[in-house]
């Protein structure tokens, strides 16, 4: 059972464009989303969160949106570099589980020059 | 100075050989964890401990067992290897276990099980 779904495995923007990645949950019981990027042959690193109570958080380049009542959620990179080119992965977490993160299966990003 | 640490990064063994990847964290975190991420590229959780004490134990067979000596370390023990283990092992700590607390992760450690 895929509570977290990232549905598209690859996307490709041009540099200097946005680049949208989204991400859909089925637990309603989750409150809190992060956004992980990963390069290979690393371990992600943590990029954006966002609490249920806002529907928009913002750091620098990085947005995340959150609809809750479509149970959405996306990032959107602006402008995107060629150093953002990696796989970025949306988990989902429930206040009280201990940062039990559920993943999903990641989105890889190329940005072309 | 990696601030998460796990070692070896690979390892290539035989069905049925026991095994333990070690983990250590710097950040002076009072919870680690243990994730796996499979074929299919799914990353879950396996385990959570905090101050050294047992707090998310998913459903994962009991031929794996973490061992947590001190908060800095905890390390992972696979008994009787078989074929389905072949993954990458993460391990993650956080300052302390719930929601706002940034988990951090190491590079990984890549078992194949022939």
């Known amino acids: 059972d895929q509570q977290v779904k990232q549905n598209s495995p690859s996307l490709s923007v041009q540099e200097g464009r946005i680049s949208i990645l989204n991400c859909d949950y089925t637990n309603s019981m989750f409150d809190y989303f992060l956004w992980y990027k990963k390069y290979p042959a690393e371990g992600p690193t943590f990029l954006i969160s966002?609490?249920?109570?806002?529907d928009k958080n913002e750091d620098g380049r990085f947005t995340v949106f959150l609809n809750k009542s479509a149970k959405h959620l996306s990032l959107h990179i602006v402008p995107s570099q060629p150093g953002d080119s990696a796989v970025y992965f949306c988990?989902?977490?429930?206040?009280?589980?201990?940062?039990?993160?559920?993943f999903g299966t990641g989105t890889r990003l190329q940005v072309t020059l | 100075d990696t601030a998460v640490s796990q070692t070896p990064k690979y390892l290539v063994t035989q069905m049925g050989n026991d095994k333990s990847i070690k983990c250590e964290q710097n950040l002076g975190h009072d919870t680690m964890y243990w994730y796996k991420q499979d074929s299919k590229k799914f990353l879950k959780i396996m385990f959570s401990y905090n101050n050294k004490e047992l707090i998310i134990n998913e459903t994962v067979p009991n031929r794996f067992s973490p061992k947590s000596p001190d908060k800095a370390h905890l390390n992972l023990h696979i008994n009787s290897l078989e074929l389905g283990d072949s993954a990458v092992y993460f391990c993650a700590s956080s300052q302390k276990p719930g929601v706002g607390n940034t988990i951090y992760f190491g590079e990984g450690s890549w078992l194949t099980v022939v």
């Open positions: 988990a989902a977490t429930e206040t009280g589980t201990a940062s039990k993160l559920t």
């Open positions: 966002i609490s249920s109570i806002k």
